[in-house]
């Protein structure tokens, strides 16, 4: 039985029926036409870690039939895409193992685009040199089809920016940083902004679990001088579902597809293939004209 997560407005209401459990949140500054038709409906999914093992692309291919269905107009792809590349240990024919994994499995969205974000496991630290071509970041952004490591594009009235925390310390570096504020200098009053990060930008579940953006005060800083435009931060890497608001961004961490990483879980899995009390599962959000937002997580049978 699936079971569906909504965001909608500041306070949170739960409703179950038939094994089928609602969570409502979205953030809206003009409510009186929140429910017209959105602009754009956009899936998220993150955390695929994928590799040809325990039939896992087969699965993968299955999920990405069932977000087909929502009739989305693109994917947004949250990072860590392959399993792992970024252990020591890791070679490279397990590195190109996995990417041919992952270039199977996108043969199911042709006729989409997909826009991807880099996670802390998919790029190779470990090549013989730093001259290899499949060291670092970019052998990663040339795998994922990305113009750079972090990049941006607009829809509608909708600006979608993409960002690289794997700087320092979990960070966007000083020129990616300079480069975030020109960006959001040059978006038009009445056009707002959706950022899409790996690591959560603000998040509840770092007192506990994972972690998040080490500069995420000076981030709150510039969304709050901008705070006529941006609108939500995506994230992943948790692998739990949480979603934090403040200063009017809505910050949605939006679980993993993979769940417990395809596995049946452990001893703090709430459920089989639960990450704690997080299903595996993916996000369809609505962008609505006025600077609405829904997000409403999905869970997916394994």
């Not at 052998?139 to 993409?162: A, D, E, M």
């Not at 979603?243 to 395809?262: D, T």
């Not at 452990?266 to 609405?292: D, R």
């Amino acid at each position: 039985m699936k079971r569906r997560f909504f965001l909608r407005n500041a306070s949170l209401a739960a409703a179950g029926a038939a094994g089928v459990s609602n969570i409502h949140a979205t953030a809206a500054r003009d409510t009186k036409d929140e429910f017209k038709k959105p602009v754009l409906t956009v899936a998220h999914i993150t955390d695929v870690h994928i590799r040809p093992n325990d039939n896992i692309p087969q699965r993968f291919k299955q999920c990405l039939e069932a977000v087909k269905k929502h009739k989305v107009d693109f994917f947004l792809n949250g990072g860590d895409s392959i399993h792992d590349a970024s252990y020591d240990n890791v070679e490279r024919a397990r590195v190109t193992e996995q990417w041919a994994v992952w270039d199977e499995c996108m043969q199911s969205l042709k006729g989409y685009e997909v826009y991807s974000c880099i996670g802390n496991h998919d790029p190779w630290w470990s090549a013989p040199s730093k001259e290899d071509e499949m060291y670092g970041i970019p052998y990663t952004v040339k795998r994922l089809g990305i113009p750079h490591n972090y990049y941006s594009f607009s829809k509608k009235n909708w600006h979608f920016i993409i960002l690289d925390g794997n700087y320092k310390s979990i960070t966007l570096g000083e020129e990616q940083t300079e480069w975030l504020k020109k960006e959001l200098e040059k978006v038009p009053q009445g056009d707002f902004v959706l950022l899409m990060s790996h690591y959560p930008i603000l998040t509840v579940t770092s007192t506990w679990e994972g972690g998040q953006h080490k500069d995420h005060k000076e981030l709150k800083q510039l969304f709050y001088k901008h705070k006529d435009k941006v609108r939500v931060c995506l994230s992943g890497h948790q692998h739990l579902l949480d979603r934090a608001w403040y200063n009017g961004v809505n910050y949605f961490c939006n679980g993993a597809i993979s769940g417990f990483w395809w596995g049946k879980g452990n001893e703090k899995s709430a459920q089989p293939y639960y990450y704690q009390e997080t299903p595996p599962g993916y996000a369809i959000i609505k962008l609505y004209e006025n600077g609405a937002v829904e997000n409403g997580y999905i869970s997916v049978n394994m």
